[in-house]
């Protein structure tokens, strides 16, 4: 799975899903990241798995905080076109909230690839960087996404089955307690959906639990996941939860987007509008209420772990009812949507009371026949079942008759084994009660009868087609087509707006396909009267077939599926599921019943979990099915045949005792008259017959009817076998045992020497012999030990040990038909039968037999007698049967209990339909032959034999040996059999035939290799047709062959009975298989058959003439080129080849390679040969072609083989080739010249063999040195100039289309299978040999070489005295080894699968061809999934030896080993051969110098005279200006003209030359793009190349020079901007005074350059938003002029190895910045410019404003840097407030990009250090206000405090002054007046 994701605002990308996640974090959201999940599922459990794609913010402070997310199924994205999703946005929603609405959009390309899927090209579309995302969301256009709430209610469950183990109820029984056998399950409901899950509530021990609760989920509508998945669980205390069953919901099916319908025909296919969504029809949805049935694994509860678990989880067809629930879904548009779960109120539980009325419904099964049956070692039942009613097994509902009886297999002569039923059908009948919904039955049977119609009309009609029928009868088949589809959609719909019990989806689903209908019949009418083509009919027919077919599924279907088992003994087997609406009876009409309606059918039943049949089949029956109310159950009259009669049977007890020795009732322990199992009494005159019955006839004696089939009943051999048993202590003697002889189970036997030879069989072993061919020792004994309760070991070793107890030996004698005894045989039989019906056993329960032996001590005997239906009744009687037993047996048993209960199940009634008379039949096979089937020897080829099988009988082709193509020619003939029913019926619906094909083995078991199913045909003389052989659901091969039943005249007459004797029926089936391939039965003379057809040998039949293909004589010629690549066989590597070619029975072989080593090409090319194939095409056999090696000693093995299946391709006209050009010169004439001649080619003579000189000229082959073009030229143009030219990527290319210069032609696949080019195998194909047979079923078989040859097929006139047409191979170029030079281009590689952690890889190219390699690994590139390699490697190879060149990707690893991410390989000697000159490519004009220099090695009038004398030609014609060749006249002014001059170009007459080659339709120049494949997963592509390849033969001298196509490097360039002045910036502070102010500085930097910020000095205290810098900016930065784009290489991690390149426009940032000493800085504003359109500046401050960089301006107001190279100005700079852009602030600048050595020459430092020049910056002149408070206190004293206090300040001194005195005269007075007044110093 893969999924790219580019994406808009995205930081990170997680998709999860299939258990895995990848992530991507993404810093800016547009980088592409791609993630791949390699998964090995089945599609159908990949396909429910939910895809996540989840955003998330890893910048959060929280664990990534999931920013949205979108979820989708996988089987949503593989239902698109090409299984992809290509270049969508996603709408990303919360999905805690869906009423968020939308949390942004990502865009993606999804892809899921199976094997085999081809992934397809993504193209950039040049728009989408302004696409609309909402016209390109992933969701149908115009609806918009509505939270919704589904609420999903959940009633009840019934049927559920037992799912624990009953040994607590076992205890609490024991204890006296009462158990509850049938509640052991604790079931809990879980609903998932779009990754969401919920819970309802857990009811313990209850299997018809009621929980009542509605499950709320929210979810987004419309939604991408398509099923709601319903899982019924176990709840289990201790270990993990067993899961009951699973079912979906699919939301396609239960709701409708509307606006689908409109009134132009191809309705589907329109865009849905808005507008059209109003149609009504459109609803969410919704279900029920309804039953949901589960279905799963087999009910029946074991202790052990359950084999078919898987089945339960919903993956694979389940193979039996597991109980189902009552749901109703409900869809709400609701905003606020929670998961919860709540309780129903209980109205809501009423008000489905009126879903819920059961009606009884009667099941009818009669089986016609059980046949192809294989492991028989116990007799067979068949089980049907619908719901619960009829499970054997399943003691939780009443036991009904729903087994036929138990009848042992017969063996059919050849294959298989039958049931004996002859004219006595076994019938099941069944009553069970469902809701009646035939409203929705009968609609969908409608539908399906219509889908059938046109599926059948429209099959009718593609035949005609390939059968080339004529217009009129085409145009008739279309018309019946037409006129079917109006009636068939005409027919009303049952209508369910009145029915009580209808759904809001019945009527929602009403409203939708009546209207839908409506439609296909206006459609149908127009297209009928507008005459249109067939092929549109076709089309829109299809289309119908669709929609029938999607109309037609109903999601609500609570009938349960009939289920058919076979059982072996007590074991289930096989099955078969029948959807009960295709055997439902409908009183509606007859396209309102099931299609299979009382129809007999042919089942296959398969075995559990078996996706496709398998090598075995289980079985084939034949069974005729009714279902319908028991209301209706007299309309089933209609389809009853036969006569339906049940059986009141008893049985007869005696016993012998041991000493008198006569029968009696004496000593019995059992009741006289009993049931089969001898415990009930039922003497015959208890039985009564039921309601509506009544005897027909008396008791009479009726022997069980297997009991005359022994084991050897069919074969014409049989081994008798008996095994002696010993027994001992443990380390004692052995002794024998008490019964010392029994069969292989341990049951009692005679002794080996007392076993007599049956009547009509002899001896062929004179004495017993001890069978030695298995696991024992060398006398034949096995060891076992008994483990009690086991009466017997239950395994056999070959070693004895001690311990062992039991040992046994098989002893074996071989006894065969006697045929001459046949007739005793019968003779014994009767009397036999006419004895008294005796079954003998030594004690009852034992197995019976019918001749008495010494050791029998018990006998019975079977009693019968026949019930028929009343006139009035009917068949429909056998309806009531059930439950009629009480009235049979006697109700005053011994025990008290009422014995109807016992018996009931034990002696039920044995319905049975008994046919009077057969219908015969004699069937042909003509076998004729098969083809392409797989090898099954290790030596490639097979044995096959076919066995055909119809009904009871089966026959062998011969074995044909050694081919996988065998012609049989053989026609079976089944000469009689026996088919009851209705004739009529048998001619609508015949029996199948199988066919299945088997390849014989000396040694060992012959192995299956496919079978076919095919239906006879009951026209005579059938037509041969290809069947298709299938072996596990793969195609294996084709069988031709035709099937011829022919109805006989006289019906064969049966016997009913309990009137006379049935015997001689059984005997004849007996009988028959030995009769016939003793060919005692001779075609009769009064035959109403058609003649035999004629015998290869006694007893062989071939296809007759008239139905066999009629031939005619034919010519294959073989172009027998070489071998390539041999793989060793037997250890030997394969040195001296030869080969051998067969068809249509001939075989030609070629000459003997000597060396494949130095030569691997035949000697002599051309093989011969004259067979016989049919005229028509259909028919003609293979072409085989083997590969022998001729060995020492005479050993010829083969060692490599391949079948040509088609051979339209190679068919010719012989005279159609003929050419006025003459052939036997052309021999020698071809590209590569014979041995080691060269061509010298004179452009003025024609060329011919005469003229071969040794050397070269220079004049033709070396080039003129290319001269220099004008530097600026070679500056933008390259090679990579014309490669974007080509792909349209025309931003990067510059002017190179403006002067007219080449484009190449980009191919999307490889050059191989562009279709012009015959996929280059125009002169010899390319065969695989194959060899071996293949180990597992599914790998294909291992090639083990190439052939290379061609056919020419032609007829041959059939009167052999007419000449023969010339020969077709007779001009070959030379056979010897070629040297060449190979130079390979390798472009770029995309679409790479990422090998290493971070979701990328290191990808390099290795190249080798033969034994040399080339190995790029030191170059390759870092981290990247597109890697660029633009790289050409030249080697020399040796063609043919070293053909294939291979080109690898690896992944570079620094410690591991490199993986592989993927290769392709090319052929390159196909490329060298063939006449499409794919060696080099031509380019589309002649230049001698210039980026387009000619590289070939031949100039183009060369190779123009090559071309015809190649291809017989008349030579060309040159004038002055003009050319005529091939009778067209080419001119060179009007070729040129128009163009502009290119000053490159070569001679006017090499230029005419080239002209008139490209119209040859050869190879032109070309990129091919190729698949990557890795040898891992073979089939699913791991990425594209993008490559050439040019091929020059080193014998035609040197090429021109190679293209340079290195990539282009980044030049450095440098980037000065000098930052002047600023104004009007934002005044963001205040100072302390209050003033408003900014310290400004600026910021500046290349976008991909984060690292390499700079800033100028600060301008402080601006306080009218003025600043002054002059200061410079110096930003070096890596420059792709041809792309316009950056290079920026960076490291991804700090741990990296290698730097990441990424290309990214070149954007400048500047941000105006606030500077604050002790906060953050505040952002004042920015711009942001890209360099190649950058808006112009504004000369002065003043004109500068907000306009200047609105996008929307014309484009002259843009300029390009890189053009200018310098540019000065003011620019605005943007802030946003309250969501608008305001101006804040203008930049003045000089911006100038300088390139690398102007650098050095004139240098400048950054800011205004040295060296500070060019130019010179200044300090800037600030105000002398400008400067930092904080570190000029003085500055701050003059210019913040002085200026403005300056008074105030001196008021302050003054005051301070005056203080002053005062306090110091304060504090000074009282001390000076204290000195005045004492005056102490005086």
């Given at each position: 799975?893969?999924?790219?994701?580019?994406?808009?605002?995205?930081p990170?990308?997680?998709?999860?899903?299939?258990?895995?996640?990848?992530?991507?974090?993404?810093?800016?959201?547009?980088?592409?990241?791609?993630?791949?999940?390699?998964?090995?599922?089945?599609?159908?459990?990949?396909?429910?798995?939910?895809?996540?794609?989840?955003?998330?913010?890893?910048?959060?402070?929280?664990?990534?905080?999931?920013?949205?997310?979108?979820?989708?199924?996988?089987?949503?994205?593989?239902?698109?076109?090409?299984?992809?999703?290509?270049?969508?946005?996603?709408?990303?929603?919360?999905?805690?909230?869906?009423?968020?609405?939308?949390?942004?959009?990502?865009?993606?390309?999804?892809?899921?690839?199976?094997?085999?899927?081809?992934?397809p090209?993504?193209?950039?579309?040049?728009?989408?960087?302004?696409?609309?995302?909402?016209?390109?969301l992933?969701?149908?256009?115009?609806?918009?996404?509505?939270?919704?709430?589904?609420?999903?209610?959940?009633?009840?469950?019934?049927?559920?089955p037992?799912?624990?183990?009953?040994?607590?109820?076992?205890?609490?029984?024991?204890?006296?307690?009462?158990?509850?056998?049938?509640?052991?399950?604790?079931?809990?409901?879980?609903?998932?959906?779009?990754?969401?899950?919920?819970?309802?509530?857990?009811?313990?021990?209850?299997?018809?639990?009621?929980?009542?609760?509605?499950?709320?989920?929210?979810?987004?509508?419309?939604?991408?996941?398509?099923?709601?998945?319903?899982?019924?669980?176990?709840?289990?205390?201790?270990?993990?939860?067993?899961?009951?069953?699973?079912?979906?919901?699919?939301?396609?099916?239960?709701?409708?987007p509307?606006?689908?319908?409109?009134d132009?025909?191809?309705?589907?296919?329109?865009?849905?509008?808005?507008?059209?969504?109003?149609?009504?029809?459109?609803?969410?949805?919704?279900?029920?209420?309804?039953?949901?049935?589960?279905?799963?694994?087999?009910?029946?509860?074991?202790g052990?772990?359950?084999?078919?678990?898987?089945?339960?989880?919903?993956?694979?067809?389940?193979?039996?009812?597991?109980?189902?629930v009552?749901?109703?879904?409900?869809?709400?548009?609701?905003?606020?949507?929670?998961?919860?779960?709540?309780?129903?109120?209980?109205?809501?539980?009423?008000?489905?009371?009126?879903?819920?009325?059961?009606?009884?419904?009667?099941?009818?099964?009669?089986?016609?026949?059980?046949?192809?049956?294989?492991?028989?070692?116990?007799?067979?039942?068949?089980?049907?079942?619908?719901?619960?009613?009829?499970?054997?097994?399943?003691?939780?509902?009443?036991?009904l008759?729903?087994?036929?009886?138990?009848?042992?297999a017969?063996?059919?002569?050849?294959?298989?084994?039958?049931?004996?039923?002859?004219?006595?059908?076994?019938?099941?009948?069944?009553?069970?009660?469902?809701?009646?919904?035939?409203?929705?039955?009968?609609?969908?049977?409608?539908l399906?009868?219509?889908?059938?119609?046109?599926?059948?009309?429209?099959?009718?009609?593609?035949?005609?087609?390939?059968?080339?029928?004529?217009?009129?009868e085409l145009?008739?088949?279309?018309?019946?087509?037409?006129?079917?589809?109006?009636?068939?959609?005409?027919?009303?719909?049952?209508?369910?707006?009145?029915?009580?019990?209808?759904?809001?989806?019945?009527?929602?689903?009403?409203?939708?396909?009546?209207?839908?209908?409506?439609?296909?019949?206006?459609?149908?009418?127009?297209?009928?009267?507008?005459?249109?083509?067939?092929?549109?009919?076709?089309?829109?027919?299809?289309?119908?077939?669709?929609?029938?077919?999607?109309?037609?599924?109903?999601?609500?279907?609570?009938?349960?599926?009939?289920?058919?088992?076979?059982?072996?003994?007590?074991?289930?087997?096989?099955?078969?599921?029948?959807?009960?609406?295709?055997?439902?009876?409908?009183?509606?009409?007859?396209?309102?019943?099931?299609?299979?309606?009382?129809?007999?059918?042919?089942?296959?039943?398969?075995?559990?979990?078996?996706?496709?049949?398998?090598?075995?089949?289980?079985?084939?029956?034949?069974?005729?099915?009714?279902?319908?109310?028991s209301?209706?159950?007299?309309?089933?009259?209609?389809?009853?045949?036969?006569?339906l009669s049940?059986?009141?049977e008893?049985?007869?007890?005696?016993?012998?005792?041991?000493?008198?020795?006569?029968?009696?009732?004496?000593?019995?322990?059992?009741?006289?008259?009993?049931?089969?199992?001898?415990?009930?009494?039922?003497?015959?005159?208890?039985?009564?017959?039921?309601?509506?019955?009544?005897?027909?006839?008396?008791?009479?004696?009726?022997?069980?009817?297997?009991?005359?089939?022994?084991?050897?009943?069919?074969?014409?051999?049989?081994?008798?076998?008996?095994?002696?048993?010993?027994?001992?202590?443990?380390?004692?003697?052995?002794?024998?045992?008490?019964d010392?002889?029994?069969?292989?189970?341990?049951?009692?036997?005679?002794?080996?020497?007392?076993?007599?030879?049956?009547?009509?069989?002899?001896?062929?072993?004179?004495?017993?012999?001890?069978?030695?061919?298995?696991?024992?020792?060398?006398?034949?004994?096995?060891?076992?030990?008994?483990?009690?309760?086991?009466?017997r070991?239950?395994?056999?070793?070959?070693?004895?040990?001690?311990?062992?107890?039991?040992?046994?030996?098989r002893w074996?004698?071989?006894?065969?038909?006697?045929?001459?005894?046949?007739?005793?045989?019968?003779?014994?039989?009767?009397?036999?039968?006419?004895?008294?019906?005796?079954?003998?056993?030594?004690?009852?329960?034992?197995?019976?037999?019918?001749?008495p032996?010494?050791?029998?001590?018990?006998?019975?005997?079977?009693?019968?007698?026949?019930?028929?239906?009343?006139?009035?009744?009917?068949a429909?009687?056998?309806?009531?049967?059930?439950?009629?037993?009480?009235?049979?047996?006697?109700?005053?048993?011994?025990?008290?209990?009422?014995?109807?209960?016992?018996?009931?199940?034990?002696?039920?009634?044995?319905?049975?339909?008994?046919?009077?008379?057969?219908?015969?039949?004699?069937?042909?096979?003509?076998?004729?032959?098969?083809?392409?089937?797989?090898?099954?020897?290790?030596?490639?080829?097979?044995?096959?034999?076919?066995?055909?099988?119809?009904?009871?009988?089966?026959?062998?082709?011969?074995?044909?040996?050694?081919t996988?193509?065998?012609?049989?020619?053989?026609?079976?003939?089944?000469?009689?059999?026996?088919?009851?029913?209705?004739?009529?019926?048998?001619?609508?619906?015949?029996?199948?035939?199988?066919?299945?094909?088997?390849?014989?083995?000396?040694?060992?078991?012959?192995?299956?290799?496919?079978?076919?199913?095919?239906?006879?045909?009951?026209?005579?003389?059938?037509?041969?047709?290809?069947?298709?052989?299938?072996?596990?659901?793969?195609?294996?091969?084709?069988?031709?062959?035709?099937?011829?039943?022919?109805?006989?005249?006289?019906?064969?007459?049966?016997h009913?009975?309990?009137?006379?004797?049935?015997?001689?029926?059984?005997?004849?089936?007996?009988?028959?298989?030995?009769?016939?391939?003793?060919?005692?039965?001779?075609?009769?003379e009064?035959?109403?058959?058609?003649?035999?057809?004629?015998?290869?040998?006694?007893?062989?039949?071939?296809?007759?003439?008239?139905?066999?293909?009629?031939?005619?004589?034919?010519?294959?010629e073989?172009?027998?080129?070489?071998?390539?690549?041999?793989?060793?066989?037997?250890?030997?590597?394969?040195t001296?080849?030869?080969?051998?070619?067969?068809?249509?029975?001939?075989?030609?072989?070629?000459?003997?390679?000597?060396?494949?080593?130095?030569?691997p090409?035949?000697?002599?090319?051309?093989?011969?040969?004259?067979?016989?194939?049919?005229?028509?095409?259909?028919?003609?056999?293979?072409?085989?072609?083997?590969?022998?090696?001729?060995?020492?000693?005479?050993?010829?093995?083969?060692?490599?083989?391949?079948?040509?299946?088609?051979?339209?391709?190679?068919?010719?006209?012989?005279?159609?080739?003929?050419?006025?050009?003459?052939?036997?010169?052309?021999?020698?004439?071809?590209?590569?010249?014979?041995?080691?001649?060269?061509?010298?080619?004179?452009?003025?003579?024609?060329?011919?063999?005469?003229?071969?000189?040794?050397?070269?000229?220079?004049?033709?082959?070396?080039?003129?040195?290319?001269?220099?073009?004008?530097?600026?030229?070679?500056?933008?143009?390259?090679?990579?100039?014309?490669?974007?030219?080509?792909?349209?990527?025309?931003?990067?290319?510059?002017?190179?289309?403006?002067?007219?210069?080449?484009?190449?032609?980009?191919?999307?696949?490889?050059?191989?299978?562009v279709?012009?080019?015959?996929q280059?195998?125009?002169?010899?194909?390319?065969?695989?040999?194959?060899?071996?047979?293949?180990?597992?079923?599914?790998?294909?078989?291992?090639?083990?070489?190439?052939?290379?040859?061609?056919?020419?097929?032609?007829?041959?006139?059939?009167?052999?005295?007419?000449?023969?047409?010339?020969?077709?191979?007779?001009?070959?170029?030379?056979?010897?080894?070629?040297?060449?030079?190979?130079?390979?281009?390798?472009?770029?590689?995309?679409?790479?699968?990422?090998?290493?952690?971070?979701?990328?890889?290191?990808?390099?190219?290795?190249?080798?061809?033969?034994?040399?390699?080339?190995?790029?690994?030191?170059?390759?590139?870092?981290?990247?999934?597109?890697?660029?390699?633009?790289?050409?490697?030249?080697?020399?190879?040796?063609?043919?030896?070293?053909?294939?060149?291979?080109?690898?990707?690896?992944?570079?690893?620094?410690?591991?080993?490199?993986?592989?991410?993927?290769?392709?390989?090319i052929?390159?000697?196909?490329?060298?051969?063939?006449?499409?000159?794919?060696?080099?490519?031509?380019?589309?004009?002649?230049?001698?110098?210039?980026?387009?220099?000619?590289?070939?090695?031949?100039?183009?009038?060369?190779?123009?005279?090559?071309?015809?004398?190649?291809?017989?030609?008349?030579?060309?014609?040159?004038?002055?200006?003009?050319?005529?060749?091939?009778?067209q006249?080419?001119?060179?002014?009007?070729?040129?003209?128009?163009?502009?001059?290119?000053?490159?170009?070569?001679?006017?007459?090499?230029?005419?030359?080239?002209?008139?080659?490209?119209?040859?339709?050869?190879?032109?120049?070309?990129?091919?793009?190729?698949?990557?494949?890795?040898?891992?997963?073979?089939?699913?592509?791991?990425?594209?190349?993008?490559?050439?390849?040019?091929l020059?033969?080193?014998?035609?001298?040197?090429?021109?020079?190679?293209?340079?196509?290195?990539?282009?490097?980044?030049?450095?360039?440098?980037?000065?901007?000098?930052?002047?002045?600023?104004?009007?910036?934002?005044l963001?502070?205040?100072?302390?005074?209050?003033?408003?102010?900014?310290?400004?500085?600026?910021?500046?930097?290349?976008?991909?350059?984060?690292?390499?910020?700079?800033?100028?000095?600060?301008?402080?205290?601006?306080?009218?938003?003025?600043?002054?810098?002059?200061?410079?900016?110096?930003?070096?930065?890596?420059?792709?002029?041809?792309?316009?784009?950056?290079?920026?290489?960076?490291?991804?991690?700090?741990?990296?190895?290698?730097?990441?390149?990424?290309?990214i426009?070149?954007?400048?940032?500047?941000?105006?910045?606030?500077?604050?000493?002790?906060?953050?800085?505040?952002?004042?504003?920015?711009?942001?410019?890209?360099?190649?359109?950058?808006?112009k500046?504004?000369?002065?401050?003043?004109?500068?404003?907000?306009e200047?960089?609105?996008?929307?301006?014309?484009?002259?107001?843009?300029?390009?840097?890189?053009?200018?190279?310098?540019?000065?100005?003011?620019?605005?700079?943007?802030?946003?407030?309250?969501?608008?852009?305001?101006?804040?602030?203008?930049?003045?600048?000089?911006?100038?990009?300088?390139?690398?050595?102007?650098?050095?020459?004139?240098?400048?430092?950054?800011?205004?250090?040295?060296?500070?020049?060019?130019?010179?910056?200044?300090?800037?002149?600030?105000?002398?206000?400008?400067?930092?408070?904080?570190?000029?206190?003085?500055?701050?004293?003059?210019?913040?405090?002085w200026?403005?206090?300056?008074?105030?300040?001196?008021l302050?001194?003054?005051?301070?002054?005056?203080?002053?005195?005062?306090?110091?005269?304060?504090?000074?007075?009282?001390?000076?007046?204290?000195?005045?007044?004492?005056?102490?110093?005086?």
């Amino acid at each position: 799975m893969r999924g790219a994701g580019g994406a808009t605002s995205v930081p990170e990308c997680h998709p999860g899903g299939v258990s895995r996640a990848g992530s991507a974090t993404l810093h800016r959201p547009s980088s592409p990241q791609t993630f791949f999940f390699n998964v090995f599922e089945s599609p159908a459990e990949l396909f429910d798995v939910p895809v996540f794609i989840t955003v998330l913010d890893s910048r959060s402070f929280r664990m990534d905080a999931v920013i949205g997310e979108f979820r989708m199924d996988v089987e949503s994205i593989y239902s698109e076109p090409k299984h992809a999703i290509l270049r969508r946005w996603l709408l990303l929603s919360d999905p805690e909230d869906f009423t968020a609405g939308a949390k942004g959009y990502l865009k993606v390309s999804l892809l899921v690839l199976g094997p085999g899927d081809e992934a397809p090209v993504e193209k950039k579309d040049v728009s989408e960087d302004k696409e609309d995302i909402e016209g390109n969301l992933l969701r149908p256009t115009g609806v918009t996404l509505r939270g919704a709430q589904f609420c999903l209610k959940i009633f009840k469950a019934e049927d559920l089955p037992q799912m624990d183990d009953a040994v607590m109820d076992n205890v609490r029984q024991i204890f006296g307690f009462e158990s509850n056998k049938k509640n052991l399950v604790d079931p809990f409901v879980e609903v998932s959906f779009a990754g969401k899950t919920l819970y309802s509530r857990i009811l313990e021990k209850n299997a018809n639990p009621q929980w009542n609760q509605c499950l709320m989920l929210p979810v987004m509508f419309p939604s991408m996941c398509e099923k709601m998945r319903i899982r019924v669980t176990d709840w289990d205390r201790l270990t993990h939860n067993d899961v009951v069953g699973t079912a979906y919901l699919c939301m396609s099916k239960i709701s409708a987007p509307g606006g689908e319908l409109e009134d132009a025909f191809p309705a589907l296919t329109k865009p849905l509008k808005a507008t059209d969504l109003d149609d009504g029809l459109g609803f969410l949805p919704t279900f029920g209420p309804c039953y949901v049935n589960l279905y799963g694994s087999p009910r029946e509860f074991t202790g052990f772990p359950d084999p078919y678990e898987a089945l339960n989880l919903g993956k694979g067809e389940g193979v039996a009812y597991r109980g189902r629930v009552l749901l109703e879904l409900e869809t709400k548009l609701a905003e606020h949507g929670e998961l919860k779960v709540e309780d129903i109120c209980a109205d809501d539980i009423l008000r489905v009371e009126k879903y819920l009325r059961r009606r009884k419904y009667s099941l009818f099964a009669a089986f016609y026949s059980a046949t192809m049956l294989q492991d028989v070692d116990d007799a067979i039942q068949f089980e049907v079942s619908i719901g619960n009613y009829g499970n054997k097994f399943d003691n939780t509902c009443l036991p009904l008759a729903s087994t036929t009886q138990y009848s042992r297999a017969v063996f059919d002569g050849c294959q298989y084994y039958y049931l004996p039923w002859g004219n006595v059908k076994p019938v099941v009948v069944l009553s069970s009660y469902w809701e009646d919904i035939s409203y929705r039955t009968d609609t969908q049977n409608l539908l399906q009868h219509a889908a059938d119609r046109l599926e059948a009309n429209l099959e009718r009609v593609h035949l005609a087609l390939k059968a080339n029928g004529a217009p009129g009868e085409l145009e008739s088949l279309a018309a019946q087509l037409m006129d079917d589809v109006i009636a068939d959609c005409s027919v009303p719909l049952p209508d369910v707006l009145g029915k009580a019990a209808s759904t809001h989806l019945d009527q929602n689903l009403y409203r939708f396909r009546s209207t839908n209908l409506e439609q296909m019949v206006r459609a149908a009418l127009r297209l009928k009267h507008e005459e249109l083509s067939l092929p549109a009919v076709l089309e829109q027919a299809e289309d119908w077939l669709c929609r029938l077919r999607a109309m037609a599924e109903e999601p609500q279907n609570s009938l349960p599926d009939v289920v058919i088992w076979m059982l072996r003994g007590e074991k289930r087997v096989a099955y078969a599921r029948v959807p009960a609406r295709e055997v439902l009876y409908s009183q509606s009409g007859p396209n309102c019943c099931g299609r299979n309606c009382g129809k007999l059918q042919t089942i296959f039943l398969k075995y559990p979990q078996e996706e496709a049949m398998g090598p075995r089949i289980p079985a084939q029956i034949r069974v005729q099915l009714w279902f319908g109310l028991s209301v209706n159950e007299k309309e089933f009259n209609q389809y009853a045949e036969g006569k339906l009669s049940v059986f009141a049977e008893t049985y007869e007890n005696q016993t012998k005792l041991a000493l008198v020795g006569n029968w009696g009732t004496t000593g019995l322990t059992y009741p006289k008259y009993s049931d089969v199992t001898g415990k009930i009494k039922l003497p015959k005159d208890s039985f009564r017959p039921s309601t509506g019955w009544t005897w027909a006839g008396d008791w009479f004696i009726c022997p069980e009817k297997t009991m005359l089939h022994e084991a050897d009943a069919g074969h014409l051999s049989f081994v008798e076998e008996v095994f002696e048993n010993q027994v001992r202590l443990p380390g004692g003697q052995w002794i024998h045992m008490s019964d010392a002889y029994t069969d292989v189970n341990g049951e009692k036997v005679l002794p080996k020497d007392e076993i007599e030879c049956p009547p009509g069989w002899k001896w062929e072993d004179v004495e017993w012999d001890t069978d030695l061919n298995r696991a024992v020792d060398e006398k034949g004994w096995e060891y076992g030990i008994t483990i009690p309760p086991d009466r017997r070991p239950k395994a056999w070793v070959p070693a004895e040990k001690m311990y062992h107890t039991n040992r046994r030996r098989r002893w074996v004698r071989l006894r065969s038909r006697d045929l001459a005894q046949m007739e005793t045989v019968r003779k014994h039989k009767q009397d036999e039968q006419d004895g008294e019906g005796w079954e003998y056993a030594s004690l009852l329960g034992w197995r019976f037999h019918l001749r008495p032996r010494r050791t029998d001590a018990f006998r019975r005997r079977r009693w019968r007698r026949r019930m028929e239906p009343l006139e009035r009744t009917g068949a429909a009687a056998v309806f009531a049967l059930e439950g009629a037993l009480g009235g049979m047996t006697d109700d005053k048993s011994d025990d008290g209990k009422s014995v109807s209960t016992l018996s009931f199940g034990v002696n039920r009634p044995t319905i049975s339909c008994i046919f009077d008379y057969g219908n015969r039949y004699h069937l042909r096979c003509y076998m004729y032959q098969a083809r392409d089937l797989a090898a099954m020897d290790k030596d490639s080829f097979s044995d096959p034999y076919a066995i055909v099988s119809f009904l009871h009988q089966s026959q062998k082709t011969v074995v044909i040996k050694n081919t996988l193509n065998p012609t049989w020619d053989q026609t079976l003939i089944f000469y009689e059999i026996e088919i009851f029913g209705d004739p009529k019926n048998v001619s609508d619906c015949p029996p199948s035939i199988v066919v299945e094909i088997y390849d014989h083995d000396t040694y060992g078991a012959d192995e299956f290799m496919g079978r076919c199913v095919c239906r006879p045909s009951l026209q005579r003389a059938p037509r041969l047709s290809w069947h298709p052989v299938l072996k596990g659901g793969r195609n294996v091969g084709e069988l031709l062959a035709a099937f011829e039943l022919i109805q006989r005249e006289k019906p064969a007459v049966h016997h009913i009975p309990g009137f006379e004797n049935e015997l001689s029926s059984a005997l004849d089936e007996l009988c028959a298989p030995a009769l016939f391939y003793e060919g005692l039965l001779r075609w009769s003379e009064d035959s109403d058959l058609p003649y035999p057809p004629p015998q290869r040998e006694p007893n062989i039949f071939m296809v007759p003439q008239g139905i066999k293909p009629v031939l005619q004589r034919t010519a294959i010629e073989i172009l027998a080129w070489g071998l390539r690549n041999l793989k060793s066989y037997q250890l030997a590597s394969v040195t001296s080849p030869s080969l051998l070619v067969e068809c249509g029975g001939q075989l030609v072989q070629s000459c003997v390679i000597k060396n494949v080593k130095k030569n691997p090409n035949f000697d002599v090319c051309v093989l011969f040969m004259e067979v016989r194939l049919p005229s028509e095409s259909l028919y003609s056999p293979p072409i085989i072609i083997k590969i022998i090696d001729n060995r020492p000693f005479g050993r010829r093995p083969v060692v490599g083989q391949c079948t040509i299946r088609s051979l339209e391709e190679f068919y010719c006209d012989p005279y159609g080739e003929e050419t006025d050009g003459a052939q036997e010169q052309a021999d020698d004439v071809s590209l590569t010249p014979r041995d080691d001649v060269l061509i010298d080619i004179d452009d003025k003579e024609p060329l011919l063999p005469t003229q071969l000189v040794e050397g070269v000229t220079s004049s033709a082959l070396i080039n003129p040195p290319a001269s220099r073009s004008e530097p600026q030229e070679e500056e933008f143009i390259d090679w990579w100039s014309k490669f974007y030219a080509s792909t349209g990527e025309r931003e990067k290319c510059g002017s190179y289309l403006e002067k007219g210069f080449d484009t190449l032609q980009v191919y999307e696949t490889e050059l191989e299978r562009v279709e012009a080019f015959e996929q280059l195998s125009d002169f010899c194909h390319t065969f695989r040999l194959y060899r071996g047979r293949v180990q597992d079923a599914n790998d294909d078989p291992s090639v083990v070489g190439e052939f290379k040859g061609s056919f020419k097929i032609y007829p041959l006139p059939d009167d052999p005295r007419v000449p023969l047409p010339p020969r077709q191979f007779h001009q070959l170029p030379a056979r010897g080894p070629q040297e060449c030079l190979v130079r390979v281009y390798i472009i770029r590689a995309f679409g790479l699968q990422p090998k290493d952690a971070n979701g990328k890889c290191d990808p390099y190219v290795k190249i080798s061809v033969g034994k040399k390699s080339i190995n790029d690994q030191e170059n390759y590139l870092p981290s990247t999934l597109e890697p660029v390699f633009g790289k050409m490697f030249e080697l020399s190879c040796t063609l043919p030896l070293e053909k294939d060149l291979k080109v690898t990707l690896y992944d570079y690893d620094l410690l591991s080993k490199d993986e592989k991410i993927g290769e392709t390989v090319i052929d390159l000697e196909n490329r060298f051969l063939s006449k499409y000159g794919a060696r080099c490519g031509l380019p589309q004009t002649y230049c001698i110098s210039g980026p387009n220099q000619w590289r070939d090695q031949l100039r183009p009038s060369q190779l123009l005279h090559l071309f015809s004398l190649q291809h017989h030609y008349k030579a060309p014609t040159y004038t002055s200006d003009r050319l005529i060749f091939r009778e067209q006249e080419y001119i060179l002014s009007e070729l040129e003209d128009g163009k502009p001059p290119n000053p490159h170009l070569g001679p006017a007459e090499e230029r005419l030359a080239l002209h008139a080659l490209r119209k040859q339709g050869l190879v032109p120049e070309h990129v091919e793009t190729r698949p990557l494949y890795s040898p891992l997963q073979p089939e699913i592509e791991q990425g594209k190349l993008q490559m050439w390849v040019d091929l020059f033969p080193k014998s035609l001298g040197q090429p021109g020079p190679p293209f340079n196509i290195t990539p282009r490097k980044a030049k450095r360039f440098y980037l000065r901007c000098i930052i002047w002045n600023t104004r009007d910036v934002i005044l963001d502070d205040l100072s302390i005074t209050g003033e408003k102010m900014s310290d400004i500085y600026v910021k500046g930097w290349l976008v991909g350059h984060e690292e390499n910020k700079q800033k100028t000095d600060v301008h402080y205290r601006s306080m009218g938003g003025e600043g002054n810098f002059n200061w410079r900016f110096i930003f070096p930065f890596d420059y792709l002029p041809a792309e316009q784009m950056c290079c920026v290489a960076k490291k991804e991690h700090f741990w990296s190895l290698d730097k990441t390149e990424n290309k990214i426009s070149p954007q400048l940032i500047f941000q105006i910045w606030d500077n604050d000493k002790f906060s953050f800085d505040d952002y004042l504003g920015s711009i942001q410019m890209d360099l190649n359109r950058m808006p112009k500046p504004a000369k002065t401050a003043e004109k500068c404003s907000l306009e200047l960089i609105d996008d929307s301006l014309s484009a002259s107001r843009f300029v390009s840097l890189f053009e200018q190279k310098t540019v000065k100005g003011w620019w605005p700079c943007i802030a946003e407030q309250d969501e608008k852009k305001i101006l804040a602030g203008k930049l003045e600048m000089t911006l100038e990009i300088v390139a690398e050595h102007e650098h050095e020459e004139r240098p400048a430092g950054v800011g205004r250090d040295e060296p500070n020049m060019n130019p010179k910056l200044e300090d800037p002149k600030r105000p002398e206000t400008s400067f930092l408070w904080f570190t000029s206190p003085y500055k701050t004293l003059k210019y913040i405090l002085w200026r403005r206090y300056k008074w105030l300040l001196i008021l302050a001194i003054v005051l301070f002054v005056l203080l002053l005195f005062l306090g110091i005269f304060i504090y000074a007075f009282p001390n000076y007046a204290a000195m005045k007044l004492v005056k102490p110093f005086n």
